[in-house]
């Protein structure tokens, strides 16, 4: 799935932000970014977001393990 795509489904989601994911995880906002972008991995980041949005993890992140 294309950062945008997934961009827009948070922002449409109960959450609203890439900040508020990361004030809810405790992380920096840039890793949050990061991680949505693929540019790192985190199996916590990536499950949550999956929860928020209502997507399984593997239909956002193809490769995640």
Do not use: C, E, F
């Not at 004030?23 to 970014?33: E, G, H, I, P, S």
Request: proline share 6%; net charge positive.
């Amino acid at each position: 799935m294309d950062p945008i795509d997934i961009n827009y489904l948070i922002k449409k989601s109960p959450i609203k932000s890439q900040a508020n994911i990361a004030r809810k995880l405790k992380v920096q906002r840039q890793t949050v970014n990061m991680v949505v972008h693929g540019k790192t991995k985190s199996r916590r980041i990536q499950r949550y977001i999956a929860k928020v949005v209502g997507i399984p993890t593997k239909d956002i992140w193809p490769n995640a393990a």
